[in-house]
């Protein structure tokens, strides 16, 4: 058998339409993180309401969620529903999809860091007077939020990932305009690599910045230093 | 100003609050001491309804202040006006339970603001005239976790206070604080006492119930075994399980 061999001037002239494909992807990912980012919160407080209703309809929805796959949950979307005369675009069928799959898993992250909260932290928001509602706004979620910002960064990261699920829709996101360019191509090889470069180009500078992140969480609340530190001039 | 009439508190099986009354006078400084898991806790909690009795009434100023009881079934008031008799009921805790993520100054502007819709301005004012009450002007922008234990605790008597409450409930104020700490947060509690507030104080200090407190309560099993002024409690107990508690704190 052949050893496969990277073909430069295949690479060269895919990038601008894996280019287009990776913006898209990123985009893709922007939009779900700040639907899911939202729409977890109100999940997460529908699991924790009095009312006995809202949480099993949200527990339902959750548990769904997380008990069928992902990959199947935005096929249904895209290819079942126009059975039902509800035809999505792809790109629309993608955003609905993950969102509705990370809202799910988000609103469990959201709702442990909001059991995480010391009773005492309620405790001494009702002794001032505090509404529940007021206390879980202004006391319990900014403790909350501020606990699960390492796990979160690292569902987004999760979530760049998934997006490629959507190659499934047709949606020309980075796996997917790849793929395009080897129908046309067959060669597997150089196309493969770049998207999986492409990929590693946005994921680890992610990666590293969890990880910035999951250091500062440890830190604790401490007075803001000066804020702005002086900009070193530059010699020009 | 508050009575609690037959209050009962149960956690599971656990009686923990066994038929108690207890009435407290405008001004008046009440101190209670008992062995641990007595139910002095639990007791304190019902003042502001932290915790909801099974049974019994909670007045202040004459009024059922949290809830009714019609025909043996309890029926709360709307929470609106659960949260307007807690702003005029401060408690400070053991733990001192400040929010770690607000400094100390916005520890004691937020519920003035938040609750009772101060301006931020007349907020801030009265939270840095109450943090140097406390002494502690300096220490405004800094976070609990960058405070002393001592520190913090004062903080949490001014967040309390911003609030203008009538009565202050103290549970154990002093417990979590190293000893050389301990004192400071007492003398602004001996001061509040001095101008005139209202207080009931859960405490271990019997020295401070002893100097400060009009009348002194000793409970034990969920119930009241004895009360009096402090010259009687601490001199000459009437109960023999008084005497067994006292000697027991005194030999500590
Ligand atoms: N939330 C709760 N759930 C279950 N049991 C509780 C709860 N709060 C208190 N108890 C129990 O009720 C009893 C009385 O508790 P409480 O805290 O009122 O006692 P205390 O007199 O304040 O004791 P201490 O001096 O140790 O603070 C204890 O046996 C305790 O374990
Ligand atoms: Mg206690």
Redesign the pocket.
């Known amino acids: 058998m052949e050893r496969p061999v990277f073909d430069w001037e295949l690479a060269r002239e895919s990038w601008p339409a894996l280019f287009e494909g990776l913006k898209l992807t990123v985009e893709l990912t922007f939009i779900v993180i700040a639907i899911s980012l939202v729409l977890g919160v109100f999940v997460a407080l529908a699991r924790l309401s009095k009312h006995r209703s809202l949480r099993i309809v949200t527990g339902a929805y959750v548990d769904f969620m997380r008990a069928t796959p992902l990959l199947l949950q935005l096929i249904y979307l895209y290819f079942v529903l126009p059975a039902f005369g509800i035809r999505l675009e792809p790109f629309i069928a993608a955003v609905v999809g993950l969102s509705l799959n990370y809202s799910a898993y988000l609103s469990e992250v959201y709702r442990s860091g909001i059991q995480a909260i010391p009773r005492g932290q309620l405790d001494a928001a009702a002794a001032l007077g505090m509404s529940p509602a007021l206390s879980m706004r202004r006391i319990v979620l900014p403790q909350a939020i501020r606990i699960v910002i390492p796990t979160l960064g690292n569902y987004f990261v999760a979530l760049f990932k998934d997006t490629s699920l959507a190659s499934a829709l047709t949606l020309r996101e980075l796996l997917f305009s790849g793929q395009i360019i080897i129908t046309r191509t067959y060669d597997y090889f150089t196309i493969y690599t770049m998207v999986l470069f492409m990929y590693f180009l946005v994921g680890y500078p992610s990666l590293v910045f969890v990880r910035y992140l999951e250091k500062r969480a440890r830190s604790g609340y401490r007075r803001r230093r000066p804020t702005r530190t002086p900009v070193p001039v530059q010699p020009t | 100003m508050i009575q609690l009439e037959e209050i009962h508190k149960s ?2 099986d ?1 009686h ?1 609050l066994r038929g108690v009354s207890l009435s407290i006078e405008r001004g008046e400084v009440v101190c209670i001491i ?10 304190l909690r019902c003042v502001n309804y932290l915790e909801q009795p099974e049974k019994g009434r909670i007045l202040i100023d004459g009024q059922n202040v949290y809830r009714d009881v019609v025909g043996g079934k309890i029926k709360n008031y709307p929470m609106r006006q659960i949260t307007a008799t807690r702003q005029k009921v401060g408690m400070v805790f053991q733990q001192f339970n400040l929010f770690p993520h607000l400094s100390a100054l916005q520890n004691v502007m937020e519920a003035p603001v938040q609750v009772k819709r101060m301006k931020r301005a007349d907020a801030e004012h009265k939270a840095r005239s109450l943090l140097a009450d406390v002494g502690l002007a300096d220490k405004a922008d800094q976070y609990p976790e960058e405070l002393s234990g001592g520190q913090q605790q004062r903080v949490a008597i001014a967040r309390a206070l911003a609030m203008e409450p009538d009565v202050m409930l103290f549970d ?1 104020a002093t417990s979590a604080l190293d000893p050389e700490l301990v004192g400071e947060v007492l003398e602004i509690m001996r001061q509040l006492a001095v101008e005139g507030m209202t207080m009931v104080v ?1 405490t271990h200090e019997m020295g401070f119930a002893r100097q400060v407190a009009d009348r002194v309560i000793f ?1 034990d099993h969920g119930m009241i075994v004895e009360e009096g002024p402090p010259q009687a409690i601490f001199e000459t107990p009437r109960e023999e399980r008084t005497r067994d508690f006292l000697r027991l704190v005194q030999a500590a």
């Open positions: 956690f599971g656990t923990v008992g062995p641990s898991g007595s139910g002095k806790s639990t007791l154990e859960v409970m």
